[in-house]
């Protein structure tokens, strides 16, 4: 089932972040493109090219750019967020069901 609230809400947000959801966003985006220590999630897709903005999360179909605002805990489909979102996602909501966000 798709909670659009959360889809709606992600979207709102991702265009003024406060600066807590900016850094969290960056830490959850940071574990899906990987760094020098870690590689990049085997669900996250270009679909252009070095064109950060058409990355999609490959096991969902979200916009990997909305979707890393999104005021829920763990939405990833593999639950690689975790970790971030407990040391950093205070007061968030925690995912029970599957969605596009």
Same mark, same amino acid.
């Given at each position: ?18 600066? =807590?959801?900016?850094? &969290?966003? =960056? =830490?959850? &985006? ?16 270009? &679909?252009? =090219? ?27 489909? &593999? ?23």
């Amino acid at each position: 089932m798709i909670d659009f609230a959360d889809v709606i809400k992600s979207w709102w947000i991702a265009e003024n972040p406060t600066e =807590k959801e900016s850094f &969290l966003a =960056k =830490k959850r &985006l940071e574990i899906c493109t990987g760094d020098d220590a870690n590689p990049k999630c085997e669900n996250y897709k270009q &679909l252009f =090219k070095k064109r950060k903005w058409s990355a999609i999360c490959d096991g969902c179909g979200c916009p990997v750019s909305k979707k890393i605002f999104s005021q829920v805990i763990n939405p990833c489909p &593999l639950d690689k967020w975790m970790g971030v979102d407990k040391q950093y996602g205070n007061g968030m909501d925690k995912k029970e069901q599957k969605s596009i966000i």
